[in-house]
């Protein structure tokens, strides 16, 4: 036992090492990289890394943003002898020098890449999208806000995103690509079966992006949708849940079948043991029996597959321009909510449903708090609305 810790220990300081060689390889490429594309180096990247080389843990999140500026005092005196103080350039921090430097180490460790604030052009977002399609790659989460990124740029980089078969989360809030580029989006996304969570929130989306971004709700792996500060207005909003909402209707329809099939298969089976002088119903040896015999649900590891289909959680559509202030604004108005209402009602998987800041009226409202009545006297699990409820309470008041 005692020479089996030892070569454990052995084993860890090896590792250690070989991870602080790594860290200290990537912090040095950083720097060149930096310095040949005239950036500087992100001081709390730099930081985190120091910090993980102290404590021998490997660089598993980054977040990239610029570096705080310095205010430059005014030379005293100079006024007076006729000197003129230029503030001296400023030097932006680039995304790219990092990537590079991560491509080139290979580092295999990172979990989460965040940029905020950070222009990223065409070759930062090819050089990112070469680092997702490494096979050594094991990102989770991708975050991307107010990168001014642009359609072509975000079609490229998103060209990479079924390829990572560990990527879960991709938020590019703030990036005002609009229409085109939410499009381009969708097209790439189309047959993902990783990532389970997308926001888009305050990109410049109109209603012809509710369409696409449905089709992905029900045809792939995707669950939590965040779309606040949009204008998908009615018409959107409607596109975005018609093909989810059918879905869940026959996903009922289906499990009433079932049950009904069930519970004849039951009955006949009890009748088939009295015929045979058993008692009707099984006896608590033959119940035990039968349970040993069913397998357990393997718990899903972070290799398996999240489920495709219309497994959705939470979608979010705050400040969307749902209102009556529109041709038809009432009967438009009254066409989504009441989609939505449908949708509280039948939705076994919805847990967060955010309509707030849309002005839906006194008369929607009371459609949606009857739908979330209606939820809470049915028999599902999840009933989180409680949030949603105290908001369209107070609209009714």
């Known amino acids: 036992m005692a020479k089996g810790k030892k070569k454990s220990k052995k084993k860890d300081a090896a590792l250690i090492e070989l ?24 001081v709390e990247v730099t930081k985190t890394i120091r910090a993980l080389l102290e404590e021998g843990d490997s660089l598993s999140k980054v ?28 030097i932006q921090t680039y995304v790219r020098p990092f990537i590079r430097a991560l491509l080139t180490c290979q580092l295999s460790a990172l979990k989460e890449f965040s940029v905020w604030n950070i222009c990223m052009d065409l070759l930062d977002c090819l050089e990112l999208g070469n680092y997702i399609k490494l096979q050594t790659t094991v990102l989770q989460t991708v975050s991307l806000y107010d990168c001014l ?26 990036n005002e690509f609009g229409d085109e580029g939410c499009l381009l989006l969708c097209n ?9 969570r997308l926001s888009l929130t305050y990109c410049d989306l109109g209603p012809i992006c ?9 045809e792939t792996a995707l669950a939590e949708i965040y779309l606040d500060g949009n204008h998908f207005g009615c018409e959107g909003a409607y596109d975005l849940i018609k093909l989810l909402l059918i879905d869940c209707e026959k996903y009922n329809i289906d499990k009433e ?15 088939l043991r009295v015929q045979q002088g058993l008692p009707a119903e099984l006896t608590p040896a033959e119940k035990k029996e039968r349970k040993k015999k069913k397998k357990k649900k393997k718990k899903l590891s972070l290799d398996d597959m999240p489920p495709c289909g219309p497994f959705v959680t939470k979608i979010h559509l705050f400040d969307n321009e749902i209102d009556c202030l529109q041709a038809d604004g009432f009967a438009v108005v009254q066409k989504a909510v009441n989609a939505f209402a449908r949708l509280i009602e039948i939705s076994e998987e919805l847990e967060e449903l955010d309509l707030d800041e849309n002005v839906i009226g006194h008369v929607c409202g009371g459609i949606i708090l009857e739908a979330l009545k209606s939820r809470k ?13 105290r908001t369209m309470t107070s609209l009714l008041l």
């Open 257 to 271: 079948e079932k049950l009904r099939a069930d519970m004849e298969a039951k009955i006949q089976e009890a009748a």
């Open 19 to 42: 991870n602080v060689q790594l860290l200290k390889r990537l912090l040095k490429l950083y720097d060149q990289y930096s310095t040949e594309q005239s950036s500087i180096p992100s």
């Open 188 to 196: 790439n996304l189309a047959g993902n079966q990783c990532i389970t």
């Open 63 to 90: 977040f990239l943003r610029p570096n705080p500026s310095k205010i430059v005092k005014p030379v005293e005196g100079a006024d007076q002898i006729g000197l003129t103080t230029e503030p001296p350039p400023i």
């Open 149 to 174: 990124l642009q359609p072509d740029p975000l079609y490229r980089l998103s060209a990479s995103f079924n390829i990572c078969r560990t990527l879960r989360i991709v938020n590019l809030d703030f």
């Open 210 to 218: 509710g369409a696409p971004l449905g089709r992905l709700l029900v």
């Open 377 to 389: 006297e049915s028999k599902y699990e999840r009933m989180p609305f409680e949030f949603f409820e």
